[in-house]
């Protein structure tokens, strides 16, 4: 017994509650989300995630979400857009990975493709935009997205920041606070998702 002591080194206890949140995450979800939206004034709407992923609504649809690698999730649109979208309205994505790394890009809203290359893994994303002009009026719009069956990095990572859309005139369209974890190879889902 003593020398199966000498063998398995302790756990700091300053260590434990890290190891025990990573024990919970695992188990219960691939991938959490969740958002507050701070403000939006290019319109009115929803977006919901069919089925019972999302543990919580609001006025502007689903939220705290657990997303699962290998299903699939349809999620729906529907509201109003008060003002065309036009060439020069962009959004930029301003992340902290894990509290140390800083992942900000800007992107536009319409008329080209958006791209950026993913920190420490080195990986380049790019996906197209909608054509522009976004016309102004009834938004309904439904898409299926079905993840990949297993994740290719065993990691686990969280992930929080700002996402603010602006006209090309530097007017706020919207502000929107985000956060999460990603186990197992979050930066694989984006390509695959986007691509």
């Known amino acids: 017994q003593r020398e199966q002591k ?3 080194p302790p756990v700091a206890p300053a260590a434990m509650p890290s190891v025990l949140l990573l024990a919970l995450l695992n ?3 691939d991938i959490t989300v969740s958002r507050t939206v701070n403000s939006i004034s290019a319109g009115t709407g929803k977006l919901t995630l069919a089925g019972d992923s999302c543990k919580s609504s609001d006025a502007y ?3 705290a979400c657990n997303l699962d690698w290998g299903k699939s999730y349809t999620a729906a649109a529907n509201g109003t857009l008060t003002k065309d979208i036009e060439s020069g ?4 994505a301003d992340l902290t990975v894990d509290e140390l790394l800083s992942f900000k ?6 008329g080209v493709n958006c791209s950026f290359t993913l920190p ?3 990986k380049r994303v790019s996906f197209a935009m909608p054509a ?3 016309t102004a009026g009834a938004v309904h719009a439904t898409k299926t997205l079905t993840l990949p069956a297993s994740s290719p990095v065993p990691i686990t990572t969280g992930f929080k920041g700002t996402v603010v859309a602006q006209d090309k005139a530097g007017n706020s369209l919207a502000s929107i606070n985000v956060q999460g974890t990603v186990s197992n190879g979050a930066v694989d889902l984006l390509v695959e998702a986007e691509a």
Do not use: Y
Not at 89 to 92: I, Q, R
Not at 105 to 110: A, D, E, G, N
């Open 6 to 8: 000498r063998r398995t």
């Open 27 to 29: 188990p219960v979800a």
């Open 61 to 63: 649809g689903s939220n």
């Open 89 to 92: 309205d962009t959004f930029t």
């Open 105 to 110: 890009f800007t992107c536009q809203l319409c």
């Open 120 to 122: 420490v893994v080195q």
């Open 132 to 134: 522009c002009p976004i």
